[in-house]
């Protein structure tokens, strides 16, 4: 059985950095793509940055150029690195497992929830303005 536990989330000023991390147990960063997702209340989960068996990664146009994904294979853990925040950031992320939504997401633009496996409980991240 998969587990991931998200931390790192926090409050924070506009323009400050968080560095969340997901713990992996069960299985190797080498079985699986592991993918970040947000949930703001009130809508839906939408796709943040994923990075795939062999390193390569995909992030939203919403993230891109602020937010870096990484895989530390010693710890067994993905870290999102999330720079310049914005209130708009503010969210619950939630990282995922998956066989391909990353491929996907590279090939297509669009990193989807429908092919995710295992999800973490989730981490609160709130931006102030």
């Known amino acids: 059985q998969v587990q991931l536990v998200e931390s790192g989330g926090g409050l924070v000023q506009a323009g400050s950095s968080l560095r969340l991390s997901c713990a992996v147990s069960?299985?190797?960063?080498?079985?699986?793509?592991i993918g970040w997702f947000r949930q703001a209340p009130g809508k839906e989960r939408e796709e943040v940055s994923c990075?795939?068996?062999?390193?390569?990664?995909y992030y939203a146009d919403s993230v891109k150029g602020r937010f870096a994904i990484s895989r530390d294979k010693t710890e067994n853990a993905v870290h999102l690195q999330m720079n310049s925040l914005k209130p708009e950031d503010t969210a619950v992320y939630y990282c995922?497992?998956?066989?391909?939504?990353?491929?996907?997401?590279?090939?297509?633009?669009?990193?989807?929830?429908?092919?995710?496996?295992?999800w973490g409980q989730g981490t609160q991240v709130t931006v102030s303005s």
């Open positions: 995922a497992t998956s066989l391909g939504f990353c491929l996907a997401a590279q090939a297509m633009g669009r990193m989807t929830t429908r092919i995710a496996h295992y």
């Open positions: 069960g299985r190797g960063l080498d079985d699986y793509e």
């Open positions: 990075i795939t068996n062999d390193g390569s990664t």
